[in-house]
């Protein structure tokens, strides 16, 4: 099992940044490549972020890349989200997922372990 914990959401207004932190418990975190999604009210989940296992491989879909950066400590056991020019649309629940890969997967359901969200609203 893996705990998930994540931190770092809340208010900013519109092109502001946040930076989302995740904490991980219990299984080795570098066995794990971790993934950011988030969810809207009314919207199905959507990926943000992906990053492999030794934080060597990074993927973003277009409507984040160039503003959101994933990364991780393993020593620390975490995984950070920084979001930058941030946007109302980016408005959602964020939560972080591990994937037992070593690239990590761009589909929500090919993860093992998801925390319980944060949340990050962005005002215009």
């Known amino acids: 099992q893996v705990q998930l914990v994540e931190s770092g959401g809340g208010l900013v207004q519109a092109g502001g940044s946040l930076r989302l932190s995740c904490a991980a418990s219990?299984?080795?975190?570098?066995?794990?490549?971790m993934g950011w999604f988030r969810q809207a009210p009314g919207k199905e989940r959507e990926l943000v972020a992906v990053?492999?296992?030794?934080?060597?491989?990074?993927y973003y879909p277009d409507n984040v890349k160039g503003r959101f950066t994933i990364s991780r400590d393993n020593a620390k056991n975490t995984v950070y989200l920084q979001m930058n020019s941030l946007k109302p649309e980016d408005t959602a629940v964020y939560h972080c997922a591990a994937n037992r890969g070593v690239l990590g997967s761009l589909q929500s359901g090919e993860y093992d372990y998801w925390g319980q969200g944060t949340q990050v609203t962005v005002s215009s």
């Open positions: 990053i492999s296992r030794g934080g060597g491989y990074t």
């Open positions: 219990g299984r080795t975190f570098s066995n794990y490549a």
